[in-house]
């Protein structure tokens, strides 16, 4: 890392998730996408129950809330600005384009929200001084 720059996301925000196949289970069942964002997020919790409490926040239009929770605990994790703004405008303004990129940025740091915590992770860089 170079000091004074801070990472910056390798997904774009209006990119689709860089699949339309995730664009398109975001449309029709954001829910699922929420779930599997979060089980990677969270290092494990089961994705059913998040997306249920997603799907459960979405009867009363306050999902935007809990998604954007989870966008800034993914921000944390990698060190990520928030950019355009704030994370709860981001999923308030367009809910299904923030969760397109958060699953997409996951997949990009060598994640695979669609298998699960348990199936995958980052590739663990080894060191050459052992």
């Known amino acids: 890392m170079v000091f004074g720059r801070r990472p910056k996301w390798n997904a774009q925000l209006c990119g689709c998730g860089g699949s339309c196949k995730t664009c398109f289970i ?31 926040l979405m009867t009363v239009s306050c999902h935007w809330l809990y998604s954007c929770i989870y966008r800034e605990k993914l921000r944390k994790k990698f060190d990520l600005p928030a950019e355009p703004c704030c994370d709860c405008c981001v999923h308030f ?5 923030a969760l397109c990129q958060e699953h997409q940025e996951l997949k990009e740091r060598g994640y695979d929200p669609s298998k699960g915590w348990g199936a995958t992770r980052p590739p663990i860089i080894q060191s050459m001084f052992k």
Do not use: N, R
């Not at 975001?26 to 964002?37: M, N």
């Not at 129950?49 to 459960?56: K, M, S, T, W």
């Not at 303004?93 to 384009?97: A, H, S, T």
């Open 26 to 56: 975001t449309c029709c069942l954001p829910c699922v996408t929420f779930g599997q964002i979060a089980e990677i997020v969270d290092e494990g919790k089961t994705c059913c129950a998040q997306g249920c409490v997603y799907g459960l």
């Open 93 to 97: 303004c367009c809910d299904p384009c």
